[in-house]
């Protein structure tokens, strides 16, 4: 699941980037669909599959910022 949300999120950092919100809103669906899985809880890792899970997490985070870096001056042109 994490190895997938990770590689959604980097094709939408990728896609607003070329400010391609058809394929961003697209690959956010996916994303979404993929992470409720998690809402049911997520069985605990430990040693090497913890410290991937670990990284994919940052990797997801670091992703999201780079489509809010892109999306979040685009809203507030819309909303001012």
């Known amino acids: 699941m994490y190895e997938n949300i990770a590689g959604l999120t980097g094709q939408m950092a990728a896609a607003a980037q070329l400010s391609d919100w058809n ?4 690959l ?3 994303c979404a669909a993929e992470a ?11 040693g090497a599959a913890r410290l991937r899970k670990i990284d994919l997490l940052k990797q ?6 780079a489509v809010r870096d892109v999306t979040e001056p685009w809203m507030g042109r819309l909303n001012g």
């Open 28 to 30: 956010e669906n996916r």
């Open 60 to 65: 997801i985070m670091a992703n999201d910022r």
């Open 36 to 46: 409720v899985v998690a809402i049911g809880g997520v069985p605990r890792l430990e």
């Open 23 to 26: 394929t961003l809103d697209q």
